[in-house]
């Protein structure tokens, strides 16, 4: 499961990039994503909306299993 979260993660990686930002896979335990936003994600005002509408969204629709991704 973590290989394939890891996949879709570099799939949205170079949005983030794009930004100035980033994201780094902490865990993957009983369908809960845990990531940490580093770079200029990471102090952004709007990174809670890019975790849950973006890299959520994506993650749920590519992988199913996917219940919920949390902010380590």
Not at 35 to 45: F, S
Not at 48 to 72: D, F, H, N
């Amino acid at each position: 499961m973590k290989e394939r979260v890891q996949k879709v993660l570099d799939m949205v990686r170079p949005r983030l990039q794009a930004d100035g930002g980033d994201v780094e896979l902490i865990s993957v335990d009983d369908g809960v994503v845990k990531v940490r936003l580093t770079g200029a994600c990471g102090g952004c005002p709007m990174a809670t909306m890019t975790l849950k509408q973006g890299i959520e969204r994506v993650l749920k629709s590519e992988i199913p299993e996917i219940k919920e991704v949390v902010q380590a």
